[in-house]
């Protein structure tokens, strides 16, 4: 069932659109913003952090062997004399081991983050997508609705109302009909006089007729009995 809308000012719709239209714009400069943020952390942590890191205990683990066997050259050119001292070499394995522990901690943590991102990244484009998929199809459709509308009750504004007919003009309208009604039974009566007049006269001339041809025989008869 349609229900009807209460529009009070057609320039607030227009408004309306400008400001919607700006919105889709700014909306659609958002969105591919946080898109291109987006693919940018993510080839930062698959790529960069993970290939660094990588690199890293590549790199440190060499570094490792070699502390390693500086330590053990260290220990054979020491043997039998009490004046060579291995503690650097002890110490640069030390930091060695330890700076191999942190690259491989590093590159666990970023294999651990991996996931993480990639689920925030689809929760995001779970929210995002229906924004964008109107955007790029749907806002069209509605632009195209308001614009109607707005032509449609432009229109609508453009019609003149009929203008109702005076007082004067009904009264007068109303008694040419009873002027004219008049005349036609004035009409009406005078030829329907004439029509009963002959009938009339000619009722009254036959019995005048019949009493005359009555009379004079019988008058005749009697003069001419005197006469006789």
Not at 43 to 54: H, K, S, Y
Not at 87 to 116: H, N
Request: include cysteine; charged fraction near 25%.
């Amino acid at each position: 069932m349609s229900k009807s809308a209460n529009v009070l000012s057609v320039q607030a719709l227009k408004d309306f659109k400008v400001v919607m239209c700006n919105f889709a714009e700014e909306a659609r400069n958002s969105l591919s913003g946080v898109d291109m943020e987006v693919r940018r952390m993510r080839d930062w942590l698959e790529r960069d952090q993970l290939g660094f890191w990588q690199a890293q205990v590549k790199k440190r683990q060499e570094d490792l062997m070699q502390a390693r066997s500086d330590l053990h050259r260290r220990k054979l050119s020491q043997q039998g004399s009490d004046a060579v001292s291995d503690a650097d070499q002890k110490e640069a394995l030390r930091e060695a081991t330890r700076r191999l522990r942190v690259a491989e901690e590093k590159v666990a943590a970023v294999r651990k983050l991996i996931p993480l991102l990639h689920h925030a990244i689809d929760e995001y484009h779970s929210h995002s997508q229906p924004l964008g998929d109107h955007l790029s199809g749907g806002f069209e459709k509605s632009v195209f609705g308001l614009e109607k509308m707005i032509g449609s009750l432009e229109a609508y504004l453009a019609l003149k109302a009929p203008t109702a007919p005076r007082l004067d003009s009904a009264q007068e309208t109303g008694a040419a009909p009873t002027s004219a009604g008049s005349s036609t039974t004035g009409q009406m009566a005078t030829s329907a006089a004439p029509a009963e007049s002959p009938a009339g006269e000619t009722v009254t001339t036959a019995k005048s007729t019949e009493s005359a041809e009555t009379t004079s025989p019988a008058g005749e008869n009697l003069v001419a009995g005197r006469v006789s």
